[in-house]
């Protein structure tokens, strides 16, 4: 419940399917939230297509009906921080109208979602330009980064390429509609654009667009040239936007910042205090504090773990690391260098396992009738069996081995075209079979996020705390084999809608209620509950993580020897 005389800032989310808003109080509280659905077109085969229009009226209402959930006055909200998912493109013409880019012709569908492969070949135009630039993307771009995408929509929609006055990330189209001002973030520019944040002036690769042949990107400055850290203020919110958002006009707007990058702020603030929500409006001043804070970033990793999963660090000088992409100058923490892993597969791989057995059946007729979830049922049959075998739950798998690339490996690998491997099935078709083949994947997850932390570490940072949010959070056979495979504690956010929480916090610094964003990172995040990993579980996991490496390496000797492609 809201408190008299209390502030309140709103923080945007638009992830792929919804648009969501959460009413936060500046010392970190979500009182209330609320998510509208957005629609995605798919006119082929990975194509996807959005409206900007459409995402921004789910915004509005989504705000709506999160203000009228919290019961607090909309004249006591004095920030608004957005976020949306990384690389959606937008395009817009001279007066805003959405440009289409679809090969259907429909205006409508003005936003290439993050997750389009349309662009493959471009992507690979880019690349073969070795640029020096592509260092900060692991050494090889995406297709679903905006160079390939702007190099599909000149070479196969000239129409649009030569109408749109505007392409621009989701993040900033979303601050600009609320502002009225076409202000750039160096999140998505540095991430997505490969804006080189850390040099002074101009930061834009121009020789490299030109290779690709996009010089004419910047006749007219169709790019954007007002590009600011997160924590910036974007603009004030426009009369126009006050009212499609049921807001004041005049509200601060922060600058904007990708989905997953707001939740590594929501959740690396718990690293850096109580979360006590002292007015921090003077700000870390450079000195021993900041300094100490810094320092302990450096040893702090975010996980949000989802259908996959992504690994974020932040560190004072950049490091370049083999198969993680960056490191990207201010593109979470102002001031320092972001570098990103993370998995293609993981909430997927395990509801794939489970879908994949003859026993699921079993499983979800007993979840209903508990009136629980599949994963709780499989929890307690893991627990079973450890008890009737009299062995930790861990060493249930000390036969099954699980290679988790069924959907390719993003880090440390990069490497698409990897797959799953599974060594010692039986014929065992039984709940119990299930269960141990489900702890199995769940381990190699956790494997995999090892993996990437010891390759983080190798390349100079000390990670011995992973803060953790998203679906396995909820799981404590998750959390138990990711804190003892990793040697890590993990920490869970008190606010789960950690997203949320770290839009809210870029909202609180634009307002000015807090300094920067430090400061609003420490005063609004906290950790509500801590799992430690078990050191009598160390000896086993080394064993497994030895088998996890060999089953890589005796996949690639497996296809070299039939010549194999992915399949």
């Not at 999140?187 to 040099?199: A, I, Q």
């Not at 699921?360 to 627990?383: Q, S």
């Not at 861990?394 to 993003?410: C, D, I, K, S």
């Not at 491997?421 to 702890?439: F, I, P, Q, T």
């Amino acid at each position: 419940m809201p408190r008299p005389g209390e502030s309140h800032v709103v923080g945007i989310d638009v992830g792929t399917g919804s648009a969501r808003a959460g009413i936060v109080t500046v010392d970190g509280r979500c009182l209330a939230h609320a998510s509208v659905d957005t629609e995605t077109a798919t006119p082929r085969a990975e194509f996807f297509e959005q409206s900007s229009d459409g995402i921004w009226d789910a915004c509005g209402r989504a705000v709506r009906a999160a203000i009228e959930r919290s019961g607090v006055d909309p004249a006591s909200i004095v920030g608004i921080g957005i976020d949306a998912t990384s690389c959606s493109l937008v395009a817009l013409d001279a007066d805003d109208r959405p440009v289409t880019v679809s090969p259907e012709g429909d205006d409508r569908w003005n936003v290439v979602l993050w997750m389009d492969h349309r662009a493959t070949e471009e992507a690979e135009v880019v690349n073969r330009t070795g640029h020096e630039a592509l260092r900060h993307v692991g050494g090889r771009i995406s297709p679903e980064m905006a160079p390939p995408k702007l190099l599909w929509i000149k070479r196969h929609l000239p129409g649009t390429w030569k109408r749109a006055r505007r392409f621009i990330d989701l993040a900033d189209f979303l601050t600009y509609r609320a502002t009225g001002n076409d202000v750039r973030s160096m999140c998505t520019t540095v991430c997505k654009w490969t804006y080189l944040g850390h040099r002074e002036g101009d930061g834009w690769p121009r020789d490299l667009f030109d290779a690709i042949g996009l010089a004419d990107l910047f006749d007219g400055d169709r790019q954007g040239t007002d590009i600011r850290p997160v924590g910036e203020v974007a603009g004030r919110l426009s009369p126009t936007a006050a009212g499609d958002l049921g807001l004041p006009e005049g509200i601060r707007v922060a600058v904007g910042i990708i989905d997953a990058h707001a939740g590594g702020l929501g959740l690396l603030g718990a690293a850096l205090g109580d979360g006590s929500g002292a007015d921090d409006s003077g700000a870390d001043d450079g000195g021993a504090e900041d300094s100490a804070a810094r320092a302990t970033l450096e040893r702090s990793l975010a996980l949000i773990g989802g259908t996959s999963s992504c690994h974020m660090a932040v560190s004072r000088d950049a490091k370049f690391l083999r198969g993680i992409w960056g490191p990207y100058f201010s593109a979470m923490v102002p001031g320092m260098w972001l570098t990103e892993g993370g998995q293609s597969s993981t909430g997927s791989l395990i509801d794939h396992v489970i879908n994949d057995s003859a026993a699921a059946p079993e499983a979800r007729r007993l979840a209903e009738e508990r009136g629980t979830t599949v994963y709780d049922v499989l929890n307690a049959e893991v627990d079973r069996l450890a008890s009737e075998r009299g062995v930790p739950v861990a060493e249930l798998t000390a036969g099954l081995h699980v290679l988790p690339y069924f959907l390719g490996n993003r880090s440390p690998r990069a490497d698409a075209s990897l797959r799953g491997v599974v060594s010692g099935l039986g014929l065992d078709a039984s709940l119990a079979s299930l269960a141990v083949r489900y702890l199995a994947a769940v381990q190699a997850i956790a494997y995999g996020t090892r993996h990437i932390i010891a390759e983080l570490n190798a390349g100079g940072y000390e990670i011995d705390a992973v803060h953790v949010c998203g679906g396995g959070t909820k799981n404590p056979v998750w959390l138990a084999q990711h804190a003892d495979i990793t040697g890590c504690r993990l920490d869970m956010p008190a606010e789960p809608e950690a997203v949320l929480l770290g839009a809210a916090i870029l909202g609180a610094v634009a307002s000015g209620v807090h300094g920067d964003v430090l400061a609003a990172m420490r005063a609004m995040g906290r950790s509500s509950r801590t799992v430690e990993p078990d050191p009598g579980s160390t000896a086993y996991h080394d064993r497994k993580y030895r088998v996890f490496h060999r089953m890589y390496d005796h996949f690639l000797e497996l296809r070299e020897l039939m010549g194999a492609s992915v399949s």
